[in-house]
């Protein structure tokens, strides 16, 4: 089973960056796709990026291309988000997510570990 704890969240003002990090335990931490969701208050959990198991591929949602990047470290069995030009909108709880290498990786069905989530407020 794959443990997967979120941190880096926190309070920032529109305009600046925050660097979200996901470690993972297991064994076969680097076999697995790995996705960021998010889910503001009154919404439904949003797909935001993801990276396939071999790190070749990376998939973000329309409203986030060009400001955010995910990246992975096998090696440190982690993931990151790098959030730059950070909006109102974006304020959401991210959640990390493992799934099968197999699998699709644009939705929550795609995914069979989540993290517990960090809040992220973007202040205007």
């Known amino acids: 089973q794959v443990q997967l704890v979120e941190s880096g969240g926190g309070l920032v003002q529109a305009g600046g960056s925050l660097r979200l990090s996901c470690a993972a335990s297991?064994?076969?931490?680097?076999?697995?796709?790995m996705g960021w969701f998010r889910q503001a208050p009154g919404k439904e959990r949003e797909f935001v990026a993801a990276?396939?198991?071999?790190?070749?591929?990376?998939y973000y949602v329309d409203s986030v291309k060009g400001r955010f990047t995910i990246s992975r470290d096998n090696a440190k069995k982690t993931v990151y988000l790098q959030m730059n030009s950070l909006k109102p909108e974006d304020t959401a709880t991210y959640y990390c997510?493992?799934?099968?290498?197999?699998?699709?990786?644009?939705?929550?069905?795609?995914?069979?570990?989540w993290g517990q989530g960090t809040q992220v407020t973007v202040s205007s």
């Open positions: 990276i396939r198991w071999s790190g070749s591929s990376t």
């Open positions: 297991g064994r076969t931490f680097s076999s697995y796709n």
């Open positions: 997510a493992a799934g099968y290498s197999w699998a699709q990786v644009t939705r929550d069905g795609d995914y069979d570990y």
